[in-house]
Every structure is written in structure tokens, then in C-alpha cells.
């Protein structure tokens, strides 16, 4: 009996160590843009998984924020990849993430 306790608390920490709360300093916050031409994503993700307070992605002062994730996208389709854009062909793109009072934005 002890032995399959100690077997299962084991596995469950070996689960649940990817979703651990961790400081900031120890908290990667990362960026990635995929396009297939047509639709364009922005993800922003946290290694490890940390619950952030909020991730925002703003595009031209238009944001988007989520609440307590580990990572957040937003879509830019064609139609509004040509609205938002500038006459010299670029937009402002924001990221932000903050836990526990540190914030980071690029």
C-alpha cells in the first residue's frame, strides 16, 4: 500500500513540476509570428509554464489582453494586415507580459 502511494505521489509531482509557480527572474517570456501568406498569429508563451497576471498583444493601440494563462495568440488576417499598416508598409506591434509586478514588453 505505501509503495503504490509513494509510486503515485511521485508521478503526480513529475505531472504537475511543468506547471509550477516560479519567480520572474527564472521566467523566459517568448515571442513567435507564424504566416501562411494569408493569416498571419502572434503567440506569446512563458517557459517554463507560468500563470502570468496578463499577456497583451496590441496592434496599433487596438490590445488584446488575457488573464492568468501561459501563453496567449492573436490573429491578423490579410484584410486587417493591410488596414492597420502604414503608407511606408509597417505597423506597431506591442507584447507585454507581467507576474508578480515585474513587466516585460518588446
Not at 513529475?14 to 498571419?40: K, N
Not at 508563451?45 to 498583444?57: A, F, G, S
Not at 488575457?66 to 484584410?79: C, N
Request: aromatic letters at 12%.
Amino acid at each position: 500500500v505505501y509503495r503504490a502511494l509513494g509510486v503515485f505521489l511521485i508521478l503526480t509531482t513529475i505531472a504537475l513540476a511543468g506547471c509550477q509557480e516560479s519567480s520572474p527572474s527564472r521566467t523566459i517570456v517568448s515571442m513567435q509570428i507564424d504566416s501562411d501568406g494569408d493569416d498571419t498569429w502572434i503567440y506569446v508563451y512563458t517557459i517554463p509554464r507560468v500563470k502570468m497576471d496578463n499577456l497583451t498583444i496590441s496592434f496599433n493601440q487596438d490590445s488584446e489582453t488575457s488573464s492568468s494563462v501561459f501563453s496567449h495568440q492573436r490573429l491578423i488576417s490579410k484584410e486587417v494586415m493591410s488596414d492597420i499598416t502604414d503608407s511606408t508598409g509597417y505597423f506597431t506591434l506591442s507584447v507585454a507580459a507581467d507576474l508578480s509586478e515585474v513587466y516585460w514588453e518588446y
